[in-house]
């Protein structure tokens, strides 16, 4: 921070109403009161109040960093047609008893007595297993969409050239994404979910806001963010061989993305007041109680005719929603070294760092930020490399 007046007296904290629209984040029926209702519309608008912006400056590699990335996404693109075998057959029922096996899900020594699950046998939770994971990739799949909104909104509204050219190539990577995980749901899945109500109004914050650097904190940091750890996650769960080479594409372009966001972000934010700051310290923290209160999957529950509250507390999610859930935590494994790079957590005396400590995540400051870590996950340049290595 380059500010000379570090007086967090001088700045308006908002209160918790203000920023969530609510007084306790946790409330968990305030949370599930939320719900869609636009669910068999087939388009839907949202202004975006952001002026286009040329820029007269093309000097390319003014910003280097910003630069290397767009001449690597250039180089690193891959066809989601080609590269992906979807001669593979994909047997979700066996999915399902695989992650079962793999003890994901609720243990056999579970005590369901007086629970909705009483009287379930196999075949509910078979059907359950199926259905979380048609919801779980219907999720995947309309936050691709924003992404690709966003993206290419950033193309319009960011001043710099250098940007510009890199968010371009992120467009295309995100019309990838939309394609694979639409084509895995219709050809591989049994059955679409419309998006969860907390993502749409996550994804309508980010959109609506006239801010350039919004987009960015909202889509690159924090739902690209969240997406590349769940990616994560799954990769390293899934029986599935299609899933898996297609979630390892997809998070070597999601790693680009999210250094996209810190690289642009580190720059534009040394040059904000501590007032500036934490309006965007309190944009992380709403982005990130959104994000959190989408994976209750209560429209799953819903479609199993369960009652969701009752469902919620099996799953050892109280009242009062605290996210202790080292599973759920990990979520947040990219996020929160992101944000400390980018000064977020310790600007206006620790304000979001106070508020992540609520949510159980601060214990991933120091792990590694993705200013850096696309190199690394490059797997089609591995791919490229090991090919060659075979042919010489
Ligand atoms: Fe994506
Ligand atoms: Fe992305």
Redesign the pocket.
């Known amino acids: 921070m380059t500010t000379t007046d570090p007086t967090p007296d001088a700045v308006e904290m908002a209160s918790m109403q203000e920023i969530i629209g609510r007084a306790d984040a946790n409330d968990l029926a305030e949370i599930l009161a939320i719900s869609n209702t636009d669910v068999h519309a087939t388009i839907r608008a949202v202004a975006d109040n952001a002026d286009a912006i040329f820029t007269w400056n093309y000097t390319k590699g003014e910003r280097k960093p910003l630069d290397k990335l767009y001449e690597k996404a250039k180089t690193s693109q891959w066809n989601g047609q080609t590269d992906l075998d979807w001669s593979i057959d994909v047997d979700q029922e066996q999915v399902v008893a695989a992650n079962a096996a793999a003890g994901l899900g609720i243990g056999e020594d579970t005590d369901l007595s007086g629970t909705p699950f009483e009287k379930w046998g196999d075949k509910e939770w078979i059907e359950l297993g199926v259905e979380s994971q048609n919801w779980m990739l219907s999720q995947f799949l309309h936050?691709?969409q924003g992404?690709?909104l966003c993206t290419a909104k950033i193309v319009e509204t960011v001043p710099w050239i250098d940007a510009k050219y890199y968010a371009a190539t992120?467009v295309m990577?995100?019309a990838?994404?939309?394609e694979v995980f639409a084509q895995y749901l219709d050809t591989k899945l049994s059955g679409h979910y419309p998006i969860n109500a907390h993502l749409k109004a996550l994804l309508d914050d980010i959109i609506n806001d006239s801010r350039w650097d919004m987009t960015y904190l909202g889509m690159q940091i924090m739902v690209?963010g969240l997406?590349l750890a769940a990616f994560g996650m799954a990769f390293q769960t899934t029986p599935d061989p299609l899933l898996k080479q297609l979630l390892r594409y997809?998070m070597s372009?999601?790693a680009r993305?999210v250094a996209f966001g810190v690289l642009s972000l580190k720059e534009f934010y040394d040059g904000l007041s501590d007032a500036e700051m934490l309006e965007r310290q309190e944009f992380a923290f709403e982005a990130a109680i959104r994000m959190r209160n989408r994976f209750l999957q209560q429209e799953v529950w819903d479609r199993m005719g369960v009652d969701v509250k009752k469902a919620l507390k099996l799953f050892d999610v109280p009242d009062e929603v605290k996210n202790q859930d080292p599973f759920q935590q990990l979520l947040f494994s990219k996020i929160v070294p992101n944000c400390k790079k980018l000064g977020l957590l310790d600007a206006n005396d620790g304000w979001l760092r106070q508020r992540f400590d609520t949510l159980g995540v601060t214990q991933f400051e120091d792990w590694v930020d993705t200013g850096e870590e696309y190199e690394l996950l490059d797997e089609v340049a591995k791919d490229r490399a090991a090919a060659e290595a075979e042919s010489a």
């Open positions: 936050g691709e992404a690709l992120q990577d995100e990838r994404h939309v690209e997406a997809v372009d999601e993305h």
